[in-house]
Structure formats: C-alpha cells, structure tokens
C-alpha cells in the first residue's frame, strides 16, 4: 500500500485510472471500516482510502482535539487486510491550504434537520470535505456506512445534483455482538457505559417491532422510545420515524401501507453521543 500526503503525490499514484473505488474516513480505523474497504474492492480497482479529520464538521463545542488519531496503527491494519492500494492522509494545510469560502450547504430539508438540526454546520462540513476529496481522488464509487443514514443521504443528493461521476454505495452497518454499531467515538465510553450502550439498538429494534404493528402514531413510538432511554439516564436529542425517501415524517397510513421507514435516534450517555439507525 501506497501512503501518500499531499495531492500531487496522490493523483501521480492514480494517473489514468478511471475505475477508482474511494471510502472516506477520519482514520481510528475499526473493523466496519475495513468492511467498507472490502466492499470496495468488489467494484473498482484500486481502492483508495482516505485518514482525514475535518475540522470543518466539527463544532466548537465537539471532540475534534480529542478525536483518536492513531495513523500508524491504521496503516498496520490496512497493510494487513491488503485491499487498499493507496492510502491518502492529507494534513490540515493540505486539504484547507486558505480559508474555506465556498462551502457546500445542503438543503435545509435535508441538512438542517437531525443531526443538522444538533450539530449546526456539520452537514456543510462533511459536503464540502466531501466534494474537496471526491475532486482530489476522482473515484468512480465511493462507499459510506448506513450507520450515518443521515450522511449518506446528503451524499447521494449532493452528487445527484451536482452532477457528479460518482456512484455512492451502502454498506450495511457493522455491530458488536451485543448490537451496538461500531464507530470510533465508542472508544471514550467507560465500561459500565459500555455495557448500557447496547441499549440504543435494544430500543430501536423494540421500536421496529411497534411500528410493523400499524397501530401507534409516530408521536406516540417517539415518545416511548424517548422515555424509555430517558429513564436509563439517556439524554435523548431525538428518536424519530421517518421515511426512508426523504427523512420526513410519514403518516399512520403510510405507516400502515407499507411505505418504506428509517428509525432514527441520536442520544448521549455521560459525555458521549451515540448515533443509530434501523430500516423498516
Ligand atoms: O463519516 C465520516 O467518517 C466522515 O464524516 C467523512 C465522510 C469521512 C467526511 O469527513
């Protein structure tokens, strides 16, 4: 595996190859992500992956000083795996060499709401970074974890209206044994934190069953779920229904139709905050 820094060295490497598989990523690599590697290798040749954590998606009150950076650790695991051929892990001066004035806004419809809604700026973040990496490595796929239901979408519509040669593939989100889905943040849980987050999942799935019932308003699951977190000490920020087409909300008779529906929740335990999401 190639690992390169700087832009020049990244398209020298991939010069003439129109068949690029790209997966994006802020590095503290797990296994769901080496599952995205696998996945990409299965569509295109090479695969490049990418280490870098933006501060542009982060909020002034969020855990980018914080957030793990283990470089050295993930190349190992990348060398090990031996599907990525080469790895670009730019620095901060690199991909943001002046102030970055034009910015991706997604729709507020979209992007405002959700995570968007919690996080200001971070949708923003993530597209332009996107858009800055995508221009960089000219994948022809890309592929994101489902786990950021939210992420993808605004992926895929940022691509669908900007015209972008690149197809965004789903990965299904990759959990532990007890269902708690792997990201890096789980890593600042303490042990007792760690043995209730499995919860989250618990509870969406609880949620699934209920909604594939037809019988509750989507006010009325929301409430519940809530509740039932809050009773554990969870701090909810939301625990949602949604439609899958468009993260509104749907009606009961949608609900009752059959209209395809996304749970989604975002909630912290301690200082942590997890997300998650479940298809119905
Ligand atoms: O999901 C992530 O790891 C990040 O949001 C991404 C897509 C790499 C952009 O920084």
Wanted: net charge negative; charged share 25%.
């Amino acid at each position: 595996m190639k690992v390169v820094h700087t832009i020049q060295e990244l398209r020298d490497q991939l010069r003439g190859q129109l068949q690029v598989a790209f997966v994006p990523t802020m590095g503290n690599l797990h296994s769901a992500h080496l599952s995205l590697m696998k996945m990409a290798r299965q569509h295109g040749d090479p695969v490049v992956a990418s280490i870098f954590v933006n501060p542009l998606q982060f909020g002034p009150n969020e855990d980018f000083d914080r957030y793990p950076r283990t470089l050295a650790d993930d190349i190992e695991k990348l060398e090990r795996e031996r599907d990525v051929y080469v790895l670009f892990a730019p620095d901060v001066n690199e991909m943001y060499p002046e102030p970055q004035s034009f910015q991706i806004q997604p729709p507020n419809d979209l992007g405002g709401i959700l995570e968007g809604e919690f996080r200001p700026g971070f949708f923003t973040g993530v597209s332009t970074v996107v858009l800055k990496l995508f221009s960089c490595v000219q994948p022809r796929v890309a592929v994101f974890g489902k786990k950021d239901y939210q992420q993808l979408m605004v992926v895929r519509n940022m691509c669908r209206q900007f015209q972008l040669p690149v197809e965004i593939l789903a990965h299904e989100t990759v959990r532990d044994e007890d269902g708690l889905a792997l990201s890096s943040r789980n890593r600042y849980l303490s042990a007792d934190e760690r043995a209730e987050a499995a919860t989250l999942y618990a509870t969406l799935q609880q949620m699934r069953q209920r909604v594939l019932q037809g019988d509750y308003t989507p006010q009325q699951l929301e409430h519940d779920a809530s509740k039932a977190l809050g009773d554990r000490g969870w701090d909810v920020d939301y625990f949602v229904l949604r439609r899958q087409r468009d993260l509104l909300e749907p009606t009961i008779d949608e609900i009752r139709a059959g209209e395809p529906l996304v749970i989604l929740a975002a909630a912290k335990l301690g200082e942590t905050r997890l997300i998650d999401n479940l298809e119905v």
